[in-house]
């Protein structure tokens, strides 16, 4: 019932125009509802906006938190991704969701990196902060580094795993900037957001282990669907990031606390690739 009755609210919302900040944006009259808390899509090589609903409303990332996590490790350590991982028993128990690692594992921070985004698992986003940073804090900060660097205003990190934390939020059209940022200028982030499985592999030739992604968006036959990443917290609610390619352009779509993102992602990209055929 609640679900039913917030997306009447939305739709008579989206019907009128909505507020933002002290701005009032008149919607497209094709313009697809949403349960979602806060949405923002965007066109990731123009950065042109086709879609928002509380696109600057602060929100839990949760896992979309990795996101940034996997872009520092690309843009601020790529000459260490193939050095061994450090793993700590504070990030091999790091729950809920994991990726298997244990003290000792021969792996490498790039397929723990791989691993991490696939399965979403946070005891790999702490040992990687870890490993690279020497803290979760100090790695938390160069987090924050890179999102004033691309563009996210509004946007703090205090752990890279998403998990609710005081003072660790973001805004819907942050996320979008920051995911797009990866799409456009990171091949390695663009390979590693579109895995619907993977073998991590380890550097002592043992056998490796298949993770499958958590992301049903990519796994659902959606045209171009190419990434990006899921994420949920009690506190969050269900988030996701997609993105799909289409006569060459990007799209990203940033959903918070969204039950419906499964249908809601789809419907949405699609108004957004109509908007980029009709140049409005």
């Given amino acids: 019932m609640f679900s039913i009755l917030k997306r009447i609210m939305l739709t008579t919302v989206i019907a009128v125009g909505f507020m933002i900040g002290s701005m009032t944006v008149t919607a497209q009259a094709d313009m697809p509802p949403t349960i979602a808390e806060s949405a923002c899509m965007i066109d ?4 042109k906006v086709l879609y928002q609903v509380y696109p600057t409303k602060w929100v839990h990332p949760a896992s979309t938190t990795k996101i940034v996590t996997l872009i520092t490790a690309l843009d601020q350590y790529k000459d260490k991704l193939d050095q061994p991982l ?15 690692i244990a003290p000792g594992d021969p792996i490498s921070i790039r397929e723990a ?5 696939v399965v979403s698992g946070n005891d790999a986003a702490v040992a990687v902060a ?60 663009r390979y590693i957001v579109g895995l619907k499985s993977y073998d991590v ?80």
């Fill in 44 to 47: 990731v090589d123009t950065g």
């Fill in 86 to 100: 450090q793993i700590s028993w504070e990030a091999a128990n790091t729950e809920p969701s994991c990726l298997g």
């Fill in 113 to 117: 990196l791989r691993g991490m985004m």
């Fill in 130 to 189: 870890q490993t690279l940073g020497g803290s979760v804090a100090g790695y938390a900060e160069k987090m924050n580094q890179e999102a004033v660097k691309m563009g996210a205003t509004h946007t703090n990190f205090v752990n890279p795993n998403g998990l609710t934390a005081a003072h660790h939020h973001t805004t819907a059209i942050d996320m979008a900037k920051m995911a797009a940022y990866g799409m456009k200028n990171f091949p390695e982030f």
């Fill in 201 to 280: 592999k380890y550097m002592d030739g043992r056998e490796p282990k298949h993770v499958t992604t958590t992301n049903h968006f990519l796994t659902s036959g959606y045209p171009g669907a190419n990434g990006v990443k899921t994420g949920f917290t009690n506190a969050a609610g269900e988030c996701l990031v997609a993105s799909a390619t289409r006569d060459g352009h990007t799209l990203v779509l940033v959903l918070y606390n969204d039950d419906n993102r499964w249908t809601d992602a789809p419907t949405i990209l699609d108004y957004g690739f109509r908007r980029l055929q009709t140049g409005k």
